[in-house]
């Protein structure tokens, strides 16, 4: 070796160990960052987040020499690409208490067959885990002659577990064990359970399979046995028992198998199969499952397997716990991607569900003005809302159908064969070829003439049916018929708006006592529930608090502006006590839609996606729909398609605009509540017009104009009866006179001809000409006849 180089390998040694003085390099590198749980508290002044950390080494263990100081120095956390800055967080080092997080399950399978002196060791053992887990974690189960119940332990109960653990076995049923325990994580039955050798009575712990549904990387398996006994021969076997635990489409624990190994060897099958049920392998493309990796550990000492235990149970368990506060005027309303740094290098990401759209965290406290700011801007937003669906109705939609027609109909003329000349009917002038005409009906005209005729045959309403066009009525924009026309949708968004300042000032979900108590019918919590638990009761207590006042509100204003009947107290009762019945529907589509399919369908553990609350909005809608039927002209079709088509589009405004995020976390919510209460008014008058068939117009009076929608009665076979009682369809409440009878004449289709028919009770004008009266049979109503009842003239009309 030269002199240089000599000099340089010098140098490269001092470089090296003074890098090593000045960073201490760990005897473990950190390889992996895992986050534990998540908690944060709703209520005014509540801002911060904390989540259980640990580190882990190369081999997926954790790191013993990393203390809450490194942390300091070297790690870094990411939220939504935005680096929290280090000064932002503190960290603290746990040291006892709860270090499981409360989603783990823990299973422990205890062989009856390890002399008695280990098994009080291992009593002893199994303590501590029971004591640095929540309650309802920890579950118990033993095995020898049969196997045994798993049964939930407690830091209150373990002690009556002392005399389980002093039986004794004459045989050992492992494969049995084995596979009921792996199974009992997995909703319904398996392939083998009918092998299994168990206890009388022997049942499945269907608390274990939902905490483990909820938590699917959160589960453990420890099992306990030893190799003094061989197994009894059983149908179950090595590779039934690890084809199972190899399945990818099963909800599966991490296994740890302890081996007491007294000194009479081991069996070979047992120790196959133990192993191949700790590193497990997909049965498949037989690459190993990760995080399904857990251990076999075996020893002639029992304290040794006890060791193994304890420091199996300590690299589940989590070290730090790192809080931070929330920067000012950031708002969480759902997903939010944390990532971990070592060093600036990522080391490990997890999302977590933070607040909710329909209630955004943190709450932060509201000056008097800026409430009153709030409530402004929630008004103007509901004012624009309103303009903007009349201009939906009035201006865009009949614009695109007045498109649609003029594309279809307008044409160049072509004189055809054999017709010598054609007389536009307007104007008087012969038709040249090459003019633009319309071609709707059989009366040819001129397009400029069609216009100046107000879009429509001169010949419309007399010996022409079809020859008319939509086309936006710039004059009647401001007008009373745009007002009526639109009434139901202004109303529907007047509901809203009160039923989202109600909501608002409520705290944004006044529930949480029934939301627990929902949930808690499906999933038991100890109390110091389950982070994505939790979320799941704040969402459900929103979510009945909006099908109460959405339901009530909505269906309330609806029915008040439905139908023609007079404003009596009896009537008033009537309608309340049915919206008081939709908000109850609303509550129960709401609950059911929210836990049920939120929960069950959530595939992941540490958060809600957002099509998870998608099923609550649809239900809720339909529900909603099909209690506005009730008792109402509304049809079903109308209230179906307008509230789910607005339900969707109210629910995108809210779970995908930015909004919430920025300065106003509560103006998501706002726009989904007008949206969806306009959408539905908007729809009933809408579809309603376009989808029915039977109306009966008003022609004169106080009342002349309205269109009473008549198509559900006469379509049910049933009859519309028009009069001056409640029991009429149609109550004459406007009618001043004293001409008409309670009942005074009835409508009907007949089933056979298919024919609207009007049956007089009492004397009637029909047509301006004919008289009629009860001793009359029924005549056949034709569209655009008329009839007079008292002084009211209406106008039959079929679309
Ligand atoms: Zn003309
Ligand atoms: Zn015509």
């Known amino acids: ?123 002893e053992a199994v303590q501590t885990l029971v004591e640095s887990a929540h309650d309802s974690c920890v579950f118990l ?75 699917r990387d959160r589960n453990l398996l420890f099992i306990f046995t030893e190799g003094n006994k061989i197994p009894e021969f059983e149908e179950l076997n090595f590779i039934k028992v690890t084809d199972y635990q190899g399945r990818t489409d099963i909800v599966a624990p991490k296994v740890y198998a302890l081996f007491y190994d007294a000194g009479n060897g081991i069996d070979e099958d047992m120790e196959r199969t133990l192993k191949g049920v700790t590193y497990p392998r997909d049965v498949f493309s037989h690459n190993p499952i990760p995080n399904r990796q857990g251990e076999y550990m075996s020893s002639n000492n029992i304290k040794t397997v006890l060791q193994q235990f304890e420091q199996a149970v300590r690299n589940e368990m989590y070290d730090f716990a790192l809080t931070y506060q929330v920067a000012e005027g950031k708002n969480y309303s759902g997903k939010v991607d944390f990532t971990a740094l070592w060093d600036g290098e990522a080391k490990g990401t997890e999302t977590f569900s933070i607040g909710t759209p329909e209630r955004p965290w943190p709450i932060r406290p509201e000056t ?5 700011k709030k409530f402004l801007i929630a008004l103007m937003v509901a004012f624009f809302t309103i303009l903007l669906f009349i201009a939906i109705m009035k201006i865009f939609i009949p614009w695109i159908k007045s498109k649609a027609f003029s594309m279809k109909y307008y044409k160049k003329y072509k004189p055809m064969e054999n017709v010598r000349m054609m007389i536009c009917p307007m104007c008087r002038f012969e038709i040249q070829p090459g003019d633009k005409v319309v071609t709707r009906c059989r009366h040819i005209m001129h397009v400029r003439c069609w216009k100046a005729n107000e879009y429509k045959c001169v010949e419309y309403g007399q010996n022409c049916k079809d ?78 608090s909006i099908g109460l006042l959405l339901g009530f509100f909505l269906s309330f204003v609806f029915r008040l502006f439905d139908g023609v009947k007079r404003r009596s107290f009896g009537w008033f009762l009537e309608i309340t006590g049915l919206s008081l019945l939709s908000s109850v529907i609303g509550m129960a589509a709401f609950a059911l839609g929210g836990v049920i399919l939120c929960l069950w369908v959530s595939p992941t553990d540490t958060f809600i996606p957002w099509y998870c609350s998608f099923p609550a909005y649809l239900l809720f809608s339909v529900c909603i729909s099909l209690s506005l039927i009730i008792k109402s002209t509304i049809p079903f079709k109308s209230a179906l ?32 509540f007008v949206i969806y209460g306009g959408g539905l008014g908007a729809s009933l008058t809408t579809v309603r017009m376009l989808a029915e068939k039977y ?61 609207a028919m009007l049956r007089p009770l009492a004397p009637t004008t029909f047509n301006t000409r004919a008289e009629l009266d009860a001793s009359n049979k029924p005549v056949p109503l034709f569209n655009g006849d008329t009839f007079k009842v008292g002084d009211t003239i209406f106008q039959y009309v079929e679309n």
């Open 641 to 672: 398609l307008g509230g789910l088509a607005s339900a969707i589009i109210g629910f995108i405004v809210l779970y995908f605009s930015s909004i919430t995020s920025k300065r106003w976390p509560w103006m998501n919510m706002l726009l989904d």
């Open 368 to 372: 008097a003005i800026s409430s009153v």
């Open 695 to 755: 109306f009966l117009v008003v022609k004169n009076g106080i009342r002349s104009g309205l269109r009473i929608p008549i198509h559900k009665w006469m379509n049910a076979g049933n009859k519309v009866t028009i009069g001056m009682t409640q029991q009429c369809e149609i109550q004459m409440a406007w009618e001043k006179s004293n001409k008409v009878a309670k009942e005074h004449v009835q409508l009907y289709v007949n089933q056979n001809r298919s024919q």
């Open 141 to 215: 189960s033993f095995f020898g002659d049969r196997v045994s119940n798993s049964r939930m332990v407690t830091k209150e109960n373990y002690k009556d577990f002392y005399h389980q653990f002093q039986e004794t076995a004459e045989s050992k049923f492992f494969y049995s064990a084995l596979y009921s325990k792996l199974t009992e994580f997995n909703f319904g039955n398996t392939e083998f359970d009918g092998l299994v050798k168990v206890q009388d009575n022997y049942k499945k712990d269907d608390e274990i399979f939902l905490r483990a549904q909820k938590a």
């Open 467 to 544: 020859g008319i066009q939509d086309h936006i009525q710039w004059r009647f924009l401001f007008s009373k018929e745009t007002l009526r026309d639109c009434l139901l949708t202004i109303m529907g968004i007047c509901a809203s708006l009160v039923s989202w300042i109600i909501y608002e000032i409520s705290g944004r979900g006044f529930f949480d006592g029934l939301a627990t108590g929902f949930v808690n019918l499906f999933f038991k919590t100890d109390g110091q529930s389950m982070g994505i638990i939790n979320d799941c009761i704040t969402l459900v207590s929103s979510f009945l």
């Open 1 to 123: 070796m030269d002199k240089k180089k000599k000099i340089i390998g010098i140098k490269a040694i001092f470089i090296c160990l003074l890098l090593g003085w000045a960073f201490p390099t760990f005897a473990q590198t950190v390889d992996a960052i895992r986050f534990g749980d998540k908690q944060y508290e709703y209520g005014v002044g509540n801002d911060s987040i904390k989540f259980f950390l640990k580190v882990l080494d190369a081999n997926g263990k954790r790191c013993n020499d990393v203390y809450a100081t490194d942390l300091r120095n070297h790690f870094g956390l990411v939220e939504d690409g935005d680096t929290i800055k280090n000064d932002k967080w503190t960290v603290k080092t746990l040291t006892e208490g709860q270090r499981i997080p409360s989603d783990f399950t823990i299973s422990v399978l205890v062989d009856l067959n390890i002399p008695q002196s280990g098994k009080s060791d291992i009593y």
